[in-house]
């Protein structure tokens, strides 16, 4: 039998840009706790389709882009009406833009602005709004090792990611009070549907093993227990804290 400290179920989540690779595992090991989660995305039909690839009967969607305000709104809202009272919430809506920073663009640089930090702020306010007003919730922003570290050609993905650690922080100084622990998750290499070029790669996937710890990529579900921490009773008195998820890499030279 598990402690009751880490025991979610009952709760509702939504998870952001939930469709495929780290959200849809996150929101799938949720589920697998016993959570209501409602899966988000743009793309109605494949948030259906990752919809029915989860367990129980307790899965729902919500489409809207994470990155209009009008429309985080109007779909936190949708989804407390639908669903329920937002009990948790996990920003995970991101992006990575490759490219020399002399060679990077205006429209790129505000693209993954918006989607990695002006997200989270936007969806992190709303659902604040009413988890404030309760007096308890639980935001988990999905950070990177890149918070603390970067590699040529991803300065903006960085920039971004590094921002996010202090909204993090701020976020917590901000809601903490009213009984809200905004933490974040920081996954390392990570082997998903976005990555899959760089895995492929024989001399990257080579310097990752070489490079990290534990000696291999991370897997998706790698990161299931660190969000289950975060979401539950046993992390009630952290707040603003990143936890990192990348078999030891940030850790050593």
């Keep these: 039998m598990s402690h009751p400290l880490f025991d979610v179920s009952g709760r509702t989540a939504l998870v952001t840009?939930?469709?495929?690779?780290?959200?849809?595992?996150?929101?799938?090991?949720?589920?697998?706790?016993?959570?209501?989660?409602?899966?988000?995305?743009?793309d109605p039909d494949r948030l259906a389709e990752a919809a029915s690839a989860l367990p129980g009967d307790r899965i729902h969607t919500a489409v809207?882009?994470?990155?209009?305000?009008?429309?985080?709104?109007?779909?936190?809202?949708?989804?407390?009406?639908?669903?329920?009272?937002?009990?948790?919430?996990?920003?995970?809506?991101?992006?990575?833009?490759?490219?020399?920073?002399?060679?990077?663009t205006e429209a790129d640089w505000h693209r993954i602005l918006d989607t990695n930090l002006t997200s989270a702020f936007l969806v992190g306010r709303e659902a604040a709004r009413r988890m404030t007003e309760?007096?308890?919730?639980?935001?988990v922003n999905?950070?990177?090792l890149q918070s603390e570290v970067v590699r040529p050609g991803i300065a903006p993905y960085a920039a971004t990611k590094g921002a996010l650690k202090m909204l993090t922080k701020g976020m917590c100084a901000d809601w903490?009070?009213?009984?809200?622990?905004?933490?974040?998750?920081?996954?390392?290499?990570?082997?998903?549907?976005?990555?899959?070029?760089?895995?492929?790669?024989?001399?990257?996937?080579?310097?990752?093993?070489?490079?990290?710890?534990a000696g291999r990529w991370g897997r998706t579900e790698d990161l299931v227990g660190a969000l289950l921490f975060l979401a539950s009773p046993a992390s009630d008195f952290m707040g603003g804290q990143i936890?990192?998820?990348?078999?030891?890499?940030?850790s050593v030279l």
């Design 176 to 213: 903490g009070p009213y009984g809200v622990q905004v933490n974040g998750i920081g996954p390392g290499y990570i082997e998903t549907e976005l990555t899959r070029p760089l895995v492929a790669d024989e001399e990257f996937s080579a310097w990752v093993r070489r490079r990290t710890p």
């Design 134 to 139: 309760r007096g308890h919730g639980k935001i």
């Design 17 to 42: 840009g939930s469709s495929r690779g780290i959200g849809l595992a996150l929101a799938r090991g949720l589920a697998e706790a016993g959570c209501t989660v409602v899966l988000n995305a743009r």
């Design 142 to 144: 999905v950070c990177s």
């Design 243 to 250: 936890l990192y998820v990348d078999g030891g890499m940030s």
């Design 64 to 104: 809207f882009d994470v990155t209009d305000a009008p429309a985080v709104a109007a779909g936190i809202a949708d989804v407390e009406e639908r669903v329920g009272p937002l009990d948790i919430l996990v920003n995970n809506a991101g992006m990575q833009l490759r490219a020399p920073l002399l060679e990077f």
